[in-house]
């Protein structure tokens, strides 16, 4: 694992690492919320007779809503949505998804934060989400792990991932953080470019039905399948990061 480290070093030109925060993405990394995701946005698409495919809404996980509507319409009617069509349709997408999601957090989702938190680093919060269900119960599913100083939500956001954008402001609200002083933890393959392209290391907790090739391929550079996973090699990745140098 040393290797991958050392890799992203030498392509980034620094000399080490200095960690000072985790930026951890929340669909599908915190809450395992993707599958009702997935199925609210198939099904106000099949109400308005446009055609998905179920796995489409894990590929671009992570887009903002107008996008994702305008990825749609784009496919189907070879045009953008209009700012109203945007704004009812978001509002089905979240109604559906409210009904649908159960809430639940991913297995050692609270776990690992609560480690990085001991370790004295800094727990940010990147999302492209806007969903009030969802960011509302962070404190009560984490407690005393993010405030709005550390959260990156849709409501920061202009332009989302896959743009670095989300994943800059992040590295602002660390502390004005340089690339070389976090690490991401991602789920998606649209995150794991975003993150990639603000210069970030990332790791993929690969929580979904996408092959890992695709969150390699979009700049994962490792690839794991579950918090607990994580949470397991999280002292070695700890020690790893405060031990190498690229001279
Ligand atoms: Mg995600």
Redesign the pocket.
Known sequence: MTSLFQKYLQQNNYTQFDLKAILF?????LYDS?PAHAQSWQQTMEELGLKTSPEEFYLH??RTGASTINLIFQQNLGRNASEEEIQTIYERKSELFVKYNTGKTISKAAEALNFVKLQGLKCVLV??SGQPSLINRLESNFPSIFTPENMVTAFDVKIGKPHPEPFLLGLQKGGNLQPNQALVI???PL?AESATKAGIFTICVNTGPLSDKILEDAGAKLVLHSMSELLGIFPEILHITSTIRNN
Do not use: K, R
């Not at 993405?25 to 990394?29: E, S, Y």
């Open positions: 993405d929340m669909d599908g990394v993707m996980e992570g999302t492209g991602e789920n998606a995150g």
